[in-house]
């Protein structure tokens, strides 16, 4: 890496100016942005009639991202998981903050790229980069976001809302950025490439369901929802935990993409487990009462995304259970815990 090259060739400001500062990554929105960029703080004009939401995600080279991992991709999906949390909580996500921290001999061709997977994924849901900080690391790339949404007032849906009598629902398809991990790190030699690459993109750009969150919250259908971070098992086991009720899972109604189908035909039931275990499909899972199902296909209609009842909410051990044929399974493990 010739210093030319580097980060170190910029300089803090001229980095933030070059890469972060620029008009492009503010959008119009609800929430205003009265200042962005450039003070010691941002300032914003948060509507009267909403509830202002924020959460926020690191990613550390090395256990997030590889360190010879797309840095365009990084930069989407940094913010992808940020925006998952949103819609989780039925929020619109409106602005965000980036605070990197970046060893000197960084390129600048990262950062570039990095940049521009931001700017890719907060122009497609209209989000204004707000702030941030930047700072120099002795270890890898660490990057944290904060994202800020809004909802109406007391509309948000908690993890902890779910009733015994509920039904669980979950979108799309479960397992396959847990495949596609497996795929690019050469476990699984007999898939072919088209599969894998598309199980990889599944692990790379996720889809936060920020439309079906909102909907869910407009028509005020789910008592609980969550979005599937660390596998749909461990997730939905927090869920349950927080409403103090089991969620039951019924795996064999647990959707998987025509792709997994194909991927585990013939293996054995534990590659069934790592699908239901395995973290980062970002999909939602909700509670909602069996009155609710019309509205739920519906929502599911109109924005063309499937939704499946793959189990209920019962009395008993807060938390979650896995049947398989209607018996409970064992595990060993949930889903990812970092330590
Ligand atoms: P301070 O010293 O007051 O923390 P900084 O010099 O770190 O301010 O940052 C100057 C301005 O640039 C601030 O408005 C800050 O929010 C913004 N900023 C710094 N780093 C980033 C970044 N990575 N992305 C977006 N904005 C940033
Ligand atoms: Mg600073």
Not at 54 to 72: C, K, M, N, R, Y
Not at 76 to 85: E, F, H
Not at 124 to 133: A, E, N
Not at 227 to 250: E, K, P, T, W, Y
């Amino acid at each position: 890496m010739t210093v030319e090259n580097a980060i170190s060739s910029l300089g803090e400001f001229e980095l933030i100016r070059r890469f972060f500062a620029s008009r492009e990554n503010i959008a119009p929105s609800a929430m205003s942005v009265v200042a962005g960029i450039g003070d010691d703080a941002a300032v914003l004009a948060v509507p009267r009639t909403q509830h202002l939401l924020t959460s926020v995600d690191t990613l550390v080279e090395g256990i997030h991202f590889a360190s010879d991992q797309d840095p365009f991709l990084v930069g989407c999906k940094a913010l992808l998981v940020n925006i998952s949390d949103m819609a989780a909580m039925g929020a619109t996500p409106h602005c965000y903050l980036l605070s990197l921290s970046l060893p000197a001999t960084t390129p600048l061709r990262w950062v570039e790229e990095f940049s521009r997977g931001l700017r890719e994924i907060a122009g497609r849901f209209s989000l204004s980069l707000i702030g941030g900080d930047t700072v120099g690391s002795r270890g890898g790339v660490t990057v944290t976001i904060s994202i800020l949404g809004l909802t109406g007032q007391n509309r948000a849906i908690f993890r902890s809302g779910a009733q015994v009598g509920d039904c669980v629902f979950v979108s799309g398809s479960i397992g396959d950025a847990t495949l596609g991990l497996a795929w690019s790190m050469g476990q699984l030699p007999w898939v072919n490439p088209d599969d894998g690459n598309w199980l990889c993109n599944r692990l790379d750009l996720p889809q936060p369901r920020v439309q079906l969150g909102k909907m869910l919250q407009d028509a005020a259908v789910a008592h609980a929802a969550i979005d599937i971070s660390d596998g749909l098992v461990a997730d939905l086991g927090h869920l349950g935990a927080s409403s103090g009720v089991n969620v039951r899972i019924h795996a064999e109604k647990v959707p998987l993409s025509d792709t997994a189908r194909r991927v585990i035909h013939g293996r054995d039931s534990s590659m069934l487990t790592r699908l239901l275990t395995g973290g980062e499909d970002y999909e939602l899972a909700f509670a909602a009462p069996d009155g609710a199902r019309h509205s739920i296909l519906e929502i599911s209609h109109c924005l063309e995304i499937p939704i499946t009842e793959i189990g209920e909410c019962v009395a008993g051990a807060p938390g979650v259970t896995l049947l398989s044929a209607g018996e409970p399974m064992l595990l060993e493990q949930a889903g990812w815990s970092h330590f």
